[in-house]
Nanobody, 120 residues
Framework: QVQLVESGGGLVQAGGSLRLSCVASGNIYSIYTMGWYRQAPGKQREFVAA???????NYADSVKGRFTISRDNAKNTVYLQMNSLKPEDTADYYCNVNGRNTRLVNFDSWGQGTQVTVAS
């Protein structure tokens, strides 16, 4: 099994910054794409950002220019640097990682979520 543990959420004033981290552990052989999603109260989960094993990144239009995703392959960790936060960024943020486990079976795992609250 592959486990994901997120950290870094919290309460911040509008215009502030937060950095989320997500560490993957377990029976990992290789990791392909690492990403972040978020779910605001009463809304569906939405894509935020993703980064491939080769370093290519993709962002939702709503966060382009404000959020930066990065990864440390040696640590099986993905980060989300969030700057210029807005109240509409308030949500639970979930890490998603896919890859192949030590049995060479593909996996797609989700973290438990970390709460981000942006006060106006």
């Amino acid at each position: 099994q592959v486990q994901l543990v997120e950290s870094g959420g919290g309460l911040v004033q509008a215009g502030g910054s937060l950095r989320l981290s997500c560490v993957a552990s377990g029976n990992i052989y290789s990791i392909y794409t690492m990403g972040w999603y978020r779910q605001a109260p009463g809304k569906q989960r939405e894509f935020v950002a993703a980064i491939t094993s080769g370093g290519s990144t993709n962002y939702a239009d709503s966060v382009k220019g404000r959020f930066t995703i990065s990864r440390d392959n040696a640590k099986n960790t993905v980060y989300l640097q969030m700057n210029s936060l807005k109240p509409e960024d308030t949500a639970d943020y979930y890490c998603n990682v896919n890859g192949r486990n030590t049995r060479l079976v593909n996996f797609d795992s989700w973290g438990q979520g970390t709460q981000v609250t942006v006060a106006s």
